[in-house]
């Protein structure tokens, strides 16, 4: 089992639906959480980060971390085509000499015109 | 405008050549990773320097992968042997670490087929 867990998708939405994408993890040593977004051919490119559990909002952006249940996620509302892309999450347990992130594999969205 | 880059942009080769893949970080950023990104396994941490430093490369087949940071400027990552199931997306990121979270900022990557 891997150490995060994300559905690949794709997922397919008509433009303005709400998007929903998720990941679930295993480390509860965790708390740092990220989601990262990478359009086809591209480098994934840091959309937003929460630290430990809660709620943060950048425009049209949520993100949602439960770390009781091991779970975040992010939601999209009024759904754009260029919203088209693939979402990753990303973790960090942040201790003292860890820096790295453990990636989800990526959910393939795509918003129909 | 700064950005990582990462040469090749693309590269096929024949089973058993050596692959060579050079990294510029961003200029100030003291960590460094080295990712491999196929449809199956996601995005694969296969090494990672701080202030040049390997921290980490537990991630790389060792027999025949290797990770190096000549100086702050140049990161590489060589494949010797190549072979088929190399054929991936290689991913070069850099980001500034100061104790707690950080955005890594990556590279446009190196398509690598291995024929």
Not at chain 2, 86 to 91: H, Q
Not at chain 2, 109 to 115: E, K
Request: aromatic residues 12%; neutral net charge.
């Amino acid at each position: 089992q891997k150490e995060v867990e994300q559905d690949p998708g794709p997922l397919s939405v008509p433009e303005g639906a709400i998007v929903s994408l998720n990941c679930t993890y295993s480390n509860s040593a965790f708390q740092y959480f990220m989601w990262y977004r990478q359009y086809s051919r591209k480098g994934p490119e840091l959309l937003m980060y929460t630290y430990s559990s809660g709620n943060k909002e950048d425009g049209r952006f949520t993100a949602q971390v439960d770390k009781s249940s091991k779970y975040i996620s992010l939601f999209i509302r009024d759904s754009q085509p260029s919203d088209s892309a693939t979402y990753l999450c990303a973790m960090s347990a942040g201790t003292s000499g860890t820096y790295k992130y453990i990636f989800g594999t990526g959910t393939r969205l795509k918003v129909l015109a | 405008d700064a950005r990582v880059t990462q040469t090749p942009r693309h590269k096929v080769t024949e089973m058993g050549q050596e692959v060579t893949m050079r990294c510029q970080p961003i200029l100030g950023h003291n960590t460094v990773f080295w990712y491999r990104q196929t449809m199956m396994q996601g995005l694969e941490l296969l090494a990672y320097f701080r202030n040049r430093a390997p921290l980490d490369d537990s991630g790389m087949p060792k027999d025949r992968f290797s990770a190096e940071m000549p100086d702050a400027t140049l990161a590489t990552l060589k494949i010797q042997p190549s072979e088929p199931r190399d054929s991936a997306v290689y991913f070069c990121a850099s980001g500034l670490v100061a104790g707690g979270p950080y955005e890594q900022f990556f590279g446009p990557g190196t398509r690598l087929t291995v024929l």
